[in-house]
């Protein structure tokens, strides 16, 4: 796995079950893994190997659903034995219902009010901003230009950088 959770981020966490009075759509989403067009997003952990969230594969909306997957087998997937799923070192613990392509597959409306999104610079790592109405966030220190897509993981087109491919 690309940029593996560290134990401080999985401490963060729900138990599973713990947030079962929660409605889905308020549930917190830790953690996004990706790969290509599939997705994996995290709600809660058992401590050891199992998470239970919201999974899009393959961009296939239809199929998409709630349900546990293995950390370990994430962790081991491996494309023409050179690609890696990659933990998005960049997500904002929020909402259900403030990601969009968990929205899109749930048929669920997204908010109008995004609110102002914030983020520490990959290079030099002072905290840049930008409002709902803007589609990038640019570092006023390096002039590095981060797509707010990606911060909302709304596709798979990764950094205007090009940190990711």
Avoid at 123 to 141: A, F
Wanted: charged letters at 25%; glycine letters at 6%.
């Amino acid at each position: 796995m690309f940029n593996k959770p560290t134990k401080e981020q999985l401490s963060l966490i729900s138990a599973l079950y713990e947030t079962e009075h929660i409605p889905l759509k308020d549930k917190p989403v830790y953690l996004h893994f990706q790969i290509g067009a599939s997705d994996w997003y995290v709600m809660e952990f058992d401590g050891n190997d199992t998470f239970w969230g919201f999974a899009i594969l393959n961009s296939d909306y239809e199929m998409a659903e709630f349900g546990y997957f293995s950390f370990h087998e994430l962790a081991n997937i491996r494309v023409k034995g050179v690609f890696e799923i990659e933990n998005d070192s960049f997500w904002q613990i929020r909402p259900a219902c403030r990601i969009e392509r968990i929205c899109e597959a749930q048929g669920w409306t997204l908010p109008e009010d995004q609110g102002i999104l914030e983020m520490e610079c990959p290079c030099c790592k002072k905290i840049v901003s930008s409002d709902s109405t803007s589609n990038k966030i640019q570092c006023n220190e390096c002039k590095i230009i981060i797509l707010q897509r990606h911060i909302n993981s709304t596709s798979s087109e990764g950094l205007a950088h090009g940190l990711y491919s």
